[in-house]
């Protein structure tokens, strides 16, 4: 199936699953459209399928939660493109509960709803460069 669409000559129709969409109002949707390579419709899987010519491939994602984004491997856009904000920063505690108390603090300020994402532990890695240019 991936050589029928790495030319973006065929629409592809993904279906039966749980769409993250990444707007404003976190919509999950049921359905989306390709097209030409790029998303040409999402929504409930009625709608979406209005819109599919007759024989549009399809991807049954058997339930399976989706989201659109970039695949990073290396993930450098974590560590170094959002590494003040919204990470809590952890690497300058010198134990467990040091580490929880960080933790616990930051969630008292976020709603439930939030996710919490923390720096690794130990030094961070911009302080390597600050080594070298002593």
């Known amino acids: 199936m991936k050589e029928r669409f790495a030319n973006n000559q065929e629409d ?17 949707a049921e359905a989306v ?23 549009t491939p399809t991807l049954d994602l058997d339930g399976a939660f989706a989201v659109p984004g970039l695949l990073d491997t290396h993930p450098h856009l974590l560590h ?7 990470l809590i920063k952890i690497w300058d505690r010198r ?6 108390a960080r933790i616990r603090e930051r969630a008292g300020q976020q709603r439930p709803s939030e996710w919490l994402q923390a720096s690794p532990v130990g030094e961070p890695h911009f302080s390597f460069v600050a080594r070298i240019a002593i």
């Open 12 to 28: 592809l129709l993904i279906r039966n699953g749980r769409i993250y969409t990444m707007d404003d109002a976190d919509t999950l």
């Open 95 to 100: 134990n467990h509960d040091e580490i929880v």
């Open 80 to 86: 170094y493109g959002a590494l003040e904000q919204p």
């Open 33 to 55: 459209l390709i097209h030409g390579g790029r998303v040409a419709a999402v929504g409930s899987l009625r709608d979406v399928e209005q819109m599919a010519r007759a024989g």
